[in-house]
C-alpha cells in the first residue's frame, strides 16, 4: 500500500489552521492511496469503500497528471480506476460523480489506467493494482454558529 497525497497528515493540520485563518467554514480534503495487491475490478471497488471511500474518480487531465506523478514508477501495466459501466452505452464513476472526462478507447465493462496516463478498458475479472481514494471534511463549527446567529 502506498499513501499518494496530495497534503501529508501533517500538512491536514496547517491546512485545517488556513480553513480557519481565512474564516471558511467547510474545507474538503482527499488524500490517494495506491493498493499493490492485484484484485478484479469489483474487488478492488468493495475493498475501497470498506477501508478508503472509493476507487478513484478521474475528472480532468490534471487530476490524472498528479496521480500519475504521486504514483511514479509504482506500477507496470495499470491499475483500476472507478470507471465501469452496465449496459453498451453508459459509463459511470463508482461514487456517482458524472463523466466529464474520458482518455480512451472503449469496448469492455471496467477500466483502468496506464503508466502512460491513458485510459484501457477490460473485462472487470482481471487483476490489477488499483487507487483508491479517502475524502476528509473539516468544519469549523464555532464559525458556522456565527454565520447561522447572522442570518
Given at each position: 500500500l502506498q499513501r499518494l497525497t496530495l497534503?501529508?497528515?501533517?500538512?491536514?493540520?496547517?491546512?485545517?489552521?488556513?480553513?480557519?485563518?481565512?474564516h471558511i467554514s467547510f474545507c474538503f480534503y482527499r488524500e490517494y492511496y495506491f493498493v499493490n495487491t492485484s484484485l478484479s475490478w469489483c474487488d478492488a471497488l468493495?475493498?475501497?469503500q470498506n477501508n478508503y471511500t472509493n476507487l478513484v474518480s478521474i475528472q480532468s487531465q490534471s487530476q490524472s497528471n498528479q496521480i500519475l506523478s504521486l504514483a511514479q514508477?509504482?506500477?507496470?501495466?495499470a491499475a483500476w480506476v472507478g470507471l465501469s459501466r452496465t449496459d453498451s452505452?453508459?459509463?459511470?464513476?463508482?461514487?456517482?460523480s458524472n463523466v466529464t472526462y474520458t482518455n480512451w478507447e472503449r469496448d469492455l465493462f471496467c477500466a483502468a489506467?496506464?503508466?502512460?496516463?491513458t485510459w484501457t478498458d477490460f473485462t472487470c475479472s482481471t487483476n490489477f493494482y488499483f487507487i483508491c481514494y479517502?475524502?476528509?471534511?473539516?468544519?469549523n463549527?464555532?464559525?458556522l454558529y456565527f454565520k447561522a446567529a447572522q442570518w
Open positions: 497534503f501529508t497528515l501533517g500538512m491536514f493540520t496547517f491546512w485545517t489552521m488556513l480553513c480557519d485563518k481565512l468493495t475493498y475501497c514508477n509504482t506500477f507496470k501495466d452505452q453508459n459509463w459511470q464513476w463508482s461514487d456517482g489506467i496506464n503508466v502512460d496516463g479517502l475524502d476528509f471534511f473539516y468544519f463549527v464555532s464559525l
